[in-house]
């Protein structure tokens, strides 16, 4: 099964940030008009997330309008409604959308600071911007306030 891709709108950067987070793949599109928004949708297959009812009615083919508010509930909207599998968290980085390779600890060592090196054993970065990643912080948040609500 291919798992539907997502192209977020300007409006919606934090949508694109915590799905991400979750996992899922998910470009998010800062500085497109709406014909290049639509067309890099469709080229890349990509479901378009909008609050934009306009947009929404010039590209019915790709776009989806997002139609909760608030950012927790905006991923469980689209979870639901694209019926997407249970989140694999720390897996793709939240500001490139790379996927995350894992990073043996002791290459982390040199680039972390000491305390994360003590308190963490596991670690991934992004081969695109080169952010170190470990599973604490806003992935345990995240996913405590989803399953929470
Ligand atoms: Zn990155």
């Not at 080169?130 to 929470?148: A, D, E, K, N, V």
Request: hydrophobic residues 40%.
């Amino acid at each position: 099964m291919t798992l539907p891709k997502f192209l977020a709108d300007c409006m919606l950067g934090k949508l694109a940030r915590w799905l991400r987070i979750l996992g899922y793949d998910t470009k998010y599109a800062r500085y497109l008009d709406d014909p290049k928004i639509i067309a890099l949708a469709r080229f890349e297959h990509r479901i378009l997330l909008t609050k934009d009812t306009h947009l929404t009615k010039r590209a019915p083919d790709v776009a989806y309008f997002v139609s909760s508010s608030r950012v927790e509930e905006q991923v469980q909207e689209i979870i639901k409604a694209f019926q997407l599998p249970y989140p694999t968290p720390f897996s793709r980085c939240p500001h490139c959308n790379e996927l995350l390779f894992d990073l043996p600890p002791e290459e982390a060592k040199k680039e972390i600071p000491l305390f994360v090196s003590l308190t963490f054993s596991q670690f991934k970065k992004c081969p695109r911007c080169h952010r170190i990643y470990w599973p604490g912080t806003h992935w345990q948040r995240i996913m405590q306030t989803l399953s929470g609500s």
